[in-house]
C-alpha cells in the first residue's frame, strides 16, 4: 500500500509502522519499541474465569527485548486452568504480535499483546481458549472452503450516583442522547481507547436499560464491532471489557456484563453476529435472499444451541436472563428481523434502492454492494460467556450444518416468523425446543452432544470435562423457581455473579 495509507489508524502502531497489525513481526514491535521510547512491555493472556491475566515486564536492554518475544516465558498453569494438574502445571505464554498496542492505563510508556500457551513440548496447548478458537476456524475452513467471520454487541451497565436531573424514562433508554443518557462521554472514551487497541468498532449507544435504585443510577450501553475474523473477533471483545472497566474504576464507575442485576428490567446480552466469506466475497446471499450456505449454518446453531449454552451463558443469573418477554430467546427457532427468536436474521440492505440519494439528492447514483453487510445474529450468549469457547463453539456449530444431511430441513422446520410467545402461537411454540434453563441442564446438554465438539480434535475432552464439571458445580437445577418469589434471595445471587467474565 502507498506511504501515508495508515496515518489515520486509531493504533499508534498500525500508524506509525504504517502496516496492518497482521503483518507486524517481530522486529517491528522491537523497531517501535525503541523509537517510542516505551519503558515496558505487558504480556496479557486468558484465564480460566475468562479474564485477562497481566505479567510485567521492565526493558532492561535489547538483548532481553529479543529474549522475551522470542521465548516468551514461564507461567504457572494450574493457577490459571482447573484442567492442569499443580505436578504438570508449568506452560509458556508467546506474544501474538498482531495483537500489540499501547497500553491506555499504563503509567510508565507500555506495549502490550495478548499471548497464547504452548505446553513443555513447545506445542500449542491443547485445551487452551485461544487454540481452541484457532482450531475451529481452520476446520472450518477445511470443511466449507470459506472464511468464519464474527463481530459481537457488548452489553454493560454504568453505575454511578443519582444526580436527579434529567431523568431517563424507565426501560426506554434505547439511542438515548445527553442529558437524559448520563455516560455518553464514558462510552465514546471508552471506543476510543478500544480503538486504539486494534478493535473494529461498528459504532456505540446507550440501550434500553436504565432505572435509580438506592440513590444509583444504572445505565444499559452497547458498544458493536464490525465482522472481522473469528480469532481476531474474540481477542478485541477481551480487550474491550478490559478497557471499560478498567476506564470505569479510573473514572469512578461501576460497570457490569452480567446477564441480569435485577428482575423486571432489561438483561445484558452479549449478541454474536457471524458471516461466511470466500473470495471475500460474503456468502450470505444469493440473489437477494439468504443463500443455502447460510440456512446449512443456521441449522447447525438450530441443532447445536442447547450445548453452545455451555459456552456462552456461564453462571445461574445467564438463566434468568432466559425468559419470555425480555427480548431474550427461550426456544430454538430462527427468523428474519424477529427478536423472539434465537437466531435472528438482520435487516440486510438487500433492497434494489439507492437510499443516499433518496436522502441526499444532489449525490450521484451509486451502485454500492451492500451484500457484504449481511450477517445472523446468535442472540442467547451474555457477558458471563468464556469468549474463546463460545466463538469456537459457534465456529464448530456453524461448520456442523454443513456436515448435517437434512440440513435444510431442520432450517425450514425452525423457521418462524411471528413473534412466538404470543398468546396466539402457543401452539407454534409448542413444536420448538427449548433451551437449557440452568447451569446443570447446559451441562447435560453439553455431555450428550460433546461429540460434535471433539471432532477435528477443535475441543479438547479435558477442555470439556472441565466445562461440563464447572457448570454442574452451581448446582442450580431448580434454582430458577425456587427463588423466583424471593427477591432478597436474587439480589444475593446478583452480587454474587455481578462481576462475571
Known amino acids: 500500500m502507498e506511504k501515508g495509507h495508515f496515518v489515520l489508524n486509531a493504533n499508534p502502531l498500525v500508524a506509525a509502522l504504517e502496516k496492518p497489525a497482521a503483518e507486524f513481526t517481530k522486529n517491528d514491535i522491537i523497531s517501535y519499541i525503541v523509537s517510542h521510547g516505551i519503558q515496558m512491555v505487558n504480556f496479557m493472556y486468558p484465564g480460566g474465569d475468562g479474564r485477562l491475566k497481566t505479567l510485567n515486564f521492565v526493558i532492561n536492554d535489547l538483548n532481553y527485548l529479543e529474549t522475551i518475544l522470542t521465548c516468551g516465558e514461564r507461567v504457572d498453569g494450574s493457577s490459571l486452568f482447573s484442567f492442569i494438574q499443580a505436578g504438570s502445571s508449568d506452560l509458556y505464554v508467546l506474544p501474538r504480535f498482531r495483537t500489540a498496542f499501547v497500553d491506555p492505563f499504563a503509567e510508565l510508556p507500555t506495549v502490550t499483546m495478548l499471548c497464547s500457551f504452548f505446553d513443555k513440548d513447545g506445542r500449542p ?34 453505575i454511578s450516583d443519582d444526580e436527579g436531573v434529567f431523568p431517563a424514562q424507565d426501560q426506554r433508554g434505547y439511542h438515548e442522547s ?22 473494529q468498532i461498528k459504532y456505540g449507544h446507550s440501550e434500553v436499560g436504565n432505572f435509580s435504585l438506592d440513590g444509583r443510577n444504572y445505565e444499559q450501553n452497547e458498544i458493536e464491532f464490525l465482522p472481522v475474523p473469528v480469532e481476531q473477533a474474540a481477542d478485541q471483545l477481551m480487550l474491550a471489557k478490559w478497557i471499560i472497566r478498567n476506564l470505569g474504576y479510573q473514572l469512578g464507575y461501576d460497570v457490569t456484563f452480567a446477564p441480569k442485576i435485577t428482575t423486571g428490567k432489561a438483561g445484558s446480552g452479549l449478541h454474536i453476529h457471524m458471516r461466511m466469506l470466500k473470495d471475500g466475497r460474503n456468502q450470505m446471499l444469493e440473489n437477494g435472499i439468504l443463500s443455502e450456505s447460510a440456512r446449512r449454518m443456521i441449522a447447525g446453531m438450530m441443532d447445536l444451541a442447547p450445548a453452545i449454552t455451555a459456552f456462552g451463558n456461564k453462571n445461574p443469573m445467564s438463566y434468568f436472563r432466559l425468559v419470555p418477554h425480555q427480548e431474550a430467546p427461550t426456544n430454538v427457532c430462527w427468523g428474519d428481523r ?40 446468535m442472540r442467547s450468549p451474555d457477558g ?69 465438539f471433539e471432532e477435528h480434535n477443535v475441543f479438547s475432552p479435558a477442555m470439556i470435562d472441565g466445562i461440563i464439571a464447572q457448570l454442574r458445580a452451581f448446582d ?26
Open 125 to 158: 496447548l491443547e485445551s487452551s481458549p485461544e487454540h481452541t478458537l484457532h482450531k475451529a476456524a481452520e476446520a472450518f475452513r477445511k470443511v466449507t472452503g470459506m472464511e468464519f467471520e464474527a463481530m459481537g454487541e457488548l452489553e454493560y451497565y454504568v
Open 178 to 199: 445527553a442529558p437524559y443518557a448520563k455516560c455518553g462521554d464514558f462510552r465514546t472514551k471508552c471506543m476510543q481507547y478500544i480503538a486504539q487497541a486494534g478493535g
Open 338 to 377: 424477529n427478536r423472539s427468536v434465537l437466531v435472528r436474521v438482520p435487516l440486510g440492505w438487500a433492497a434494489d434502492a439507492d437510499m443516499c440519494r433518496l436522502a441526499n439528492p444532489l449525490e450521484s447514483p451509486t451502485a454500492y454492494d451492500t451484500s457484504i453487510k449481511q450477517t445472523v445474529e
Open 384 to 452: 458471563s460467556a468464556d469468549l474463546y469457547q463460545l466463538l469456537a463453539g459457534l465456529c464448530v456449530a456453524c461448520r456442523h450444518g454443513f456436515e448435517m444431511a437434512d440440513a435444510l430441513e431442520v432450517a425450514e422446520r425452525t423457521y418462524v416468523n411471528v413473534n412466538i410467545h404470543d398468546a396466539a402461537n402457543v401452539d407454534r411454540l409448542a413444536t420448538l425446543a427449548q433451551l437449557p434453563d440452568s447451569c446443570v441442564a447446559s451441562a447435560d446438554c453439553l455431555e450428550q452432544q460433546r461429540a460434535v
Open 476 to 501: 442450580d437445577r431448580t434454582l430458577r423457581s425456587n427463588v423466583e418469589s424471593y427477591p432478597e434471595e436474587i439480589l444475593k445471587l446478583v452480587n454474587r455473579y455481578f462481576h462475571c467474565g
